[in-house]
């Protein structure tokens, strides 16, 4: 079964005969779901079915109803239960493992800190006493500005037991976002820190958070600063902005009693990436939401509480947030939290934490692999990794190229390699393999997971043929889905949801396909088709095509608004970016997708623009691609490469 599609010639379309890879046994026989009934118990139970979810979690008053879709497309969930999510993620622990890892922390400099869950709940404890003595009470929102540091989900969980949505913002987004970001959601109170390192540099992130209290309209009532930099950075503070460590330690041993939440009240607001558009201001509800966080961390990403587990996404983004923070702790696991870049002291640094902590559970996006795979496999070589049982990855569609190599240098070639598609308004995962019942395809992201109604359409809405391209839907309400927009229910509704003649459906605004078995290839954005001499081709089939050649590790093309494309291309550090090179690429190209689809210019690049979060601005490449005028670049992370690429384009 190995070897069809060995060369990694299959992303993008629904081509037959593709590979398909059943769970390796070992796995299946301790998996936590290996029955492979449960895509048809949960199809015969409908929304009850996500009783088991709400099954992992401690109530204050259990919900007699699952769910209440009388006002439709606004969905409550657990809609008559009572719960407190951090009370879920420490208090209810404490019997069993109190003195457990709950978090183990690394910071940029090579500090190290770590948490029982007995130390967690009182420094939760101290912070939330803090919180409260400054003005939070419950509903009032806490914008948190904080690097990969431990007082980041510290605080989050704080403001979780006292009923205070967070409003967690990227700690390298700026002023002006944070100043947007404050305002949208209506906070009054900050928590950030006075810097963090960059490389060898201390950063001043309170200059950049005073900068943006003066650009916003709120006034804010406090700001709270973590003393992350010590003698390095000093920072005055005035006299509405509390030091964290003197607010902590004068609360340190009290009890807060956790407040008892509605399953509906809003437990975060978190901002989308804004890979296209405006960012939206995303509620999540505090029941659903941490049912189905639950629910996946347990059955999709297999953490048991014994696992040491990591999640590589900044929590400053959902990923980080559902399986950062509130799942693995939801779990009772071990958590890695790491504050450093993959290639910093080296290029190794990734696998040092994977094997000085044993991690037998790690989550990481394709961006992060594909760097990986142009760095080479020595690095992972050189550690041993054999701890690890399961990989997962998210964010983006992953070629299969890249798939097997994660699996191959990092997962010793048997892991489980998990595809997850999600969205910050889905909550949770939503379409993936069951680790121990599904076989996996690379490339494809796989069925949607039990309970998740979710369908590739046309226009109207109707099913598209197996290979055909359609958009990517959800036909009925899912537990961890947003419970609205903070701008509004108009926004929500226009951004979300069409009713057609069978009810209510989501639209995520992702191309698919689906193949004969009901697997979901994602092809991207539905915006991120281009037309070429006259012909539609999805950018996610021509890039898949063009990363299948030898030496390349990245490529995005786009339309040059002549009805020709321009492929900007990425090589392994060994690789010269030459004349046969370009040939091989046109040629793939030609072969695999079409001959029309040839790239009439390929620029070759040492690295693509990308989104905070990871996403390549495919925007930005086609206003260079077309000579037009390109808007700000200060949200990208690496905005010094663009004006690299403009030269190279122009000079071509
Ligand atoms: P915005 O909505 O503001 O443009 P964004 O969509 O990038 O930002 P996220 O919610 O972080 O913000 O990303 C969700 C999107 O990421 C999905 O809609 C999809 O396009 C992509 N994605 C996530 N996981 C996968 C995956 N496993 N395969 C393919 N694409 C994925
Ligand atoms: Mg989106």
């Known amino acids: 079964m190995d070897d069809a599609g060995a060369d990694g010639r299959h992303a993008g379309g629904a081509s037959g005969g593709e590979e398909s890879i059943d769970p390796p046994e070992e796995f299946r026989e301790s998996a936590a779901v290996a029955d492979p009934d449960v895509y048809d118990s949960f199809a015969a139970d409908g929304p009850d079915a996500w009783r088991a979810a709400a099954d992992l979690l401690e109530w204050d008053r259990y919900p007699e109803t699952v769910l209440d879709d009388d006002d439709p497309p606004f969905y409550e969930w657990f809609p008559d239960g009572r719960l407190n999510a951090a009370a879920n993620c420490l208090d209810r622990h404490l019997a069993d493992r109190r003195n457990q890892l709950a978090i183990r922390w690394f910071g940029k400099r090579g500090e190290r800190r770590s948490y029982t869950y007995a130390d967690l709940h009182r420094e939760v404890n101290a912070a939330a006493a803090g919180l409260r003595e400054l003005g939070v009470g419950e509903d009032d929102v806490v914008t948190i500005y904080l690097p990969m540091i431990p007082e980041l989900p510290i605080t989050m969980l704080a403001c979780a037991r006292i009923g205070a949505p967070h409003n967690v913002v990227f700690a390298g987004l700026s002023a002006e976002a944070l100043a947007t970001r404050i305002d949208a959601a209506d906070s009054a109170y900050l928590v950030t820190c006075d810097g963090y390192y960059r490389r060898e540099d201390a950063f001043n992130q309170k200059s950049r958070a005073d900068n943006a209290r003066l650009k916003a309209d709120a006034d804010l009532e406090a700001t709270v600063v973590v003393d992350r930099l010590g003698d390095a950075l000093e920072t005055p503070l005035g006299a509405d902005e509390h030091d964290y460590g003197t607010l902590v330690d004068a609360h340190d041993g009290e009890r807060v009693d956790p407040v008892a939440r509605d399953a509906t009240d809003l437990l975060f607001v978190m901002y989308t990436s804004g890979t296209t558009g405006r960012p939206k201001g995303v509620e999540h509800a505090t029941g659903g939401y941490l049912a189905h966080v639950a629910w996946t961390t347990r059955n999709v990403l297999d953490v048991r509480p014994d696992d040491t587990y990591w999640c590589a996404a900044d929590i400053g983004w959902i ?36 094997e000085r902590n044993a991690v037998s559970v790690f989550y990481t996006s394709p961006t992060a ?67 121990g019942v599904t076989p996996m395809k690379p490339g494809k992201v796989g069925p949607p997971l039990p309970g998740i109604d979710a369908r590739v359409v046309d226009r109207d809405g109707d099913p598209i043929e197996p290979g055909e391209t359609g958009y990517l839907t959800i036909a009925s309400p899912w537990p961890g889905m947003l419970r609205g927009l903070r701008e509004g229910e108009e926004r929500y509704l226009r951004e979300y949801w069409i009713e057609g003649e069978d009810g209510w ?84 190209v030609a072969g695999v997708v079409a001959e029309v689809a040839r790239p009439d210019r390929i620029v070759f690049t040492p690295e693509l623009p990308k989104t905070r979060s990871g996403k390549i601005m495919r925007r930005l490449l086609e206003d260079i691609a077309r000579g037009e005028e390109f808007g700000d670049v200060s949200a990208l992370r690496n905005p010094e490469v663009v004006g690299e690429i403009e030269s190279t384009v122009r000079e071509e």
């Open 369 to 435: 692999i594909r760097s990986f795979m142009k760095w080479g496999a020595e690095y992972p070589a050189a550690h041993d990794l054999s701890s690890i049982r399961l990989l997962g990855t998210v964010g983006e569609s992953i070629t299969p190229k890249a798939w097997r190599w994660y699996r191959e240098h990092v997962g010793g070639g048997d892991a489980p390699v998990v595809d997850t598609w999600w969205q910050t308004e889905t909550g949770a995962i939503t379409l993936a393999t069951l680790p």
């Open 319 to 354: 990923t980080g947030h559902s399986y950062g923070v509130y799942g693995p702790l939801a779990t009772g696991t071990t958590t890695v939290l790491y504050e450093g870049s993959p290639d910093y002291p080296d290029r190794d640094r990734v696998w040092d934490l994977i």
């Open 505 to 588: 459906r989501y639209r995520t605004g992702d191309g698919a396909t689906v193949d004969e078995d009901g697997y979901v290839t994602i092809l991207g954005r539905v915006d991120d088709v281009i037309n070429v001499r006259a012909h539609r081709f999805n950018t996610a089939e021509l890039e898949s095509a063009i990363v299948a050649v030898e030496g390349v590790t990245e490529a995005a093309v786009v339309g040059d608004g002549d009805g020709g494309v321009v492929a900007y291309v990425t090589t392994r550090s060994d690789v010269e970016p030459d004349a046969a090179l370009r040939e091989s690429i046109t040629a793939e």
